[in-house]
């Protein structure tokens, strides 16, 4: 696995263990959990050929999406948390779903990657 992936893997599992802390806010474990699956589906691509940035891309989630064979209803979710993120959440919009549903998002993204990765 590219240098790359193997740290937004690792950047991911700590991503998701913040998001699973109740004592902070809903909007903060939503961003958490987004940003976590967004590593994963980074990872699944590296070294991504296009440009990265500091904002979420649409095509990130699209392409990882399409080469972990997510279902329509978890790329629906992240396309629409990748929204939130990059604008909503700054223009107060209410999230697109709750803390859990976005952690139970991100870790279907995670174990999608692993059985793509297969057995070590």
Known sequence: MH???QRLLAASERWLRNAAV???SEDVRISA???GGYN???AVQAPYPGKLGDHPLASIVTAGAELLQLSKSDLDLGLA???WEDYGKYQLQPSPTSAEAAIAWARRVR???LKLQGPK
């Open 22 to 24: 109740e004592t902070l």
């Open 81 to 83: 948390l990748v929204e």
């Open 33 to 35: 959990a987004f940003v």
């Open 40 to 42: 994963i589906l980074q």
């Open 3 to 5: 240098e790359h992936a």
């Open 111 to 113: 174990d999608a990657a």
